[in-house]
């Protein structure tokens, strides 16, 4: 049998079942036990919007470097049940080198998946199950797959018990117990999967809503406001405990309006501040982020993309909110948008983003999406980083104060409440120096440039991207993508096609020099993400950052962009 | 060295109101600044926070820590604030427009969440920025706004009933004919713990003249304030919305973050190792 094509290393997983049946448990154990036996992994969910039963899948592919995306196809998928597959054919793709594991007891292998090809590898799950007190089908289809995959025994079991650590012992003991009796099934080993060097030592096993919240822990920020929403719950979710452990606390808000102008106030009141949503949300939310523009208040929104417009597709992912993003506030109101490249750079991106709106005082806009969200990666711990971007803070202001004075860079000191002698009203309307309102034009015209100014000016240093390699083929792209156009560009080069990638972790202000530095010489230029109206495609033709025959390879959501269809796309036209 | 003792101009900024002459909202100002002398609460840590209207200019004119922010969402930005800074004085001031209208939903749940802070409200039955339209309070037989022209129709905003509806512990209603009544339930409103709202009846001249007639229809509570909320809602209910004092004051369990540290960043972080 062979591993999945896209990379001799890597094996592609799908454990499918309906809501309940513990197909998601299976995947994250399998995850775990990968990890312990020194492999990299990825996880991803996939599930409807319903919220008990209905449709639910894992999907975990495992390797022996680190993985920024799923594979093109599967080499095997679990049918812990059938009831709902159909709506998940055409998200796990299988071929005649596929294996479909199933009990006959839950029925015949649907057409749907049948005609794929895949050989079908029928085994006595449930009578296996039924043999043991509190025995569950998904543990012992866990085992057998553990077993086919060359996991070894004990790295399942320490999965199972880091997993269900909080289930009691009695479920932890049938669950070891099916889990070995799976094992026990397995029909033949599939290709192990080689360890790279160096163990497992330093490695993280992490979720990317888990990880924007470590960036939001490690920049500083100690208050959070929220409504929650899917897919960004989570992180709210996550840091609600962990920051009254750091001193800090989270106010579950009454809506989005309120969570970010509740966030406003509190960085007025020299907090660090940020809050979580989607789409939905953050359209509710721009009036206020505009409020932090003109009043230069820090404030930053983690928005956790999903399928837009409107309620769209709340639990699969896509990259449709750059243009609110960037172009989404009244006026001009020039802010940060960033988005992070995997679910380890979750990490840097957030904490980057608070780090940076703390010192330049304006909004930052991260764009992370649902697959990176709500995917767990088995990666190297990100590496711990000094902080040294801090808000200048006006401790003994002169009696000649003044909030919003026209300084060299654009960033002007700032005085928090209870301070001496630094009164002053912070204000969305157009002001002078000292913050008194004012509809005078020259008041307006310094602001609006000095507003600009702290942006453009800023020396952001080489992480404004991410770039690999070099050759006349260069792909440009954004955020979660990222990670199957590194895939897509390391069989390019395997098949002899240099490829340079420009990754884009700062959207704006776009550093237009330093990406026509990274363009430079470049002989065919694609420009791929994962929207319907190539809005990056578009927005680096607007900033004239594009030379001319660029071409996009944009495809909406929800289905992950593979890096199969990329390498096919950017060939077509060789 | 003995610190002077504040007095009620060290609380006044130097900025002029952009105010009509004869606007209510004077006589809020000076008695806030009067309440917060009385109190003796250093200016510097003390925050007014407000939306969008007239009345929503207030924070400008006194000499404390100011925001002046979006239509409707004084209350949330207040609240971020106090939770983030609990060792600050916060004051959410506006208007009925921008209290019930657009932030009517923040209005219900600060009350219910009962943070430490006090909400004053300048409430002239009209929306003066905007030239005169009816407002949440506005009478439905109110013929005088374009907008509206056959009136509102609608029945009026109960703002003081609706507070105890939705729980909040102090409830009072003022009138700015009236200073040192004013004055007396704006400190009383600060000294509270927990969320304490503060009607002021504060007629605006220039769109509502007919309000002159305010002088004569104010009448003072006869009773001792409640802090039975059944009584209370029994009062508010047969209330004309004119009777002036504390209509209700109990002390209520504050919401307040509960942030006690207790662990590193790393500390955490030791979760996600393998």
Redesign the interface.
Known sequence: MNSDSSSARALSVAITGSGGSGAVTAGLILLEAAARAGCYGLLTRSSGPQIRGGESAAMVRFGGQPLGCMGDRFDLLVGLDWLNVNRFADEIPLDGEGVILFDPGVGAVPPALAGSGARQVPLPLKEQAAAIDGGRLNMVALGAVGAICGLPREALAAGVERVLADKGGSVLEASLACVAAGYALAPEPFVALPAPGGGTEGRWNIGGNEACGVGALRGGVRFVAAYPITPASEMLEWLAPRLEQVGGSLLQAEDELASVNMIIGASFGGVPSLTATSGPGLSLMLEGLGLAVASEIPAVVVNVMRGGPSTGIPTKSEQSDLNIALHGMHGDAPHLVLAPLSIRDCVFTTQWAVELAEHLQTVALVLSDQSLGQSRVITEAPVRTPAPLARRVEEEPEEDYRRYALTADGVSPMTLPGVPGGIYTADGLEHNERGTPSSQAADHQAQLDKRLRKLEGFDYGPAWAELHGAGPLAIVTWGSTAGAVLEAAGRLEAGGTPVRIIALRLLAPLRRAALAEALAGAERVWVVEQNHGAQLFRYLHAEQALPAGARSLARPGPLPLRPGEIVAAVTATA | MTVAALRAKDYKSD?KPVWCPGCGDFAVLSALTKALAHLGL????A?L?SGIGCSS?L??YI????????H??AL??????????P??AVLAVGGDGDGFSIGG??F??ACRRNMDMTYIVMDNEVYGMTKGQASPTTGPDWMDSKMTPHGPGVRRFQPAAIALAAGAGFIARGFSGDPSGLTRILAAAIEYPGFAFVQVLSPCPTFRPDHRDWKEQVHGLEAEPTGNAVEAARILQADDGMTTGILYAEELPVWQ??????????E??EE???
């Open positions: 900025i250093p200016k510097e840590r925050a926070i200019r924070p400008a000499n404390a820590y100011g925001f002046h922010g979006v409707g969402r949330a930005a207040a609240s971020g604030l106090k939770a983030a800074r060792d600050l939903n923040h219900l749940h973050p509960r942030n006690q540290a207790s662990a590193s960043i790393a955490i972080e996600f190792r393998l």
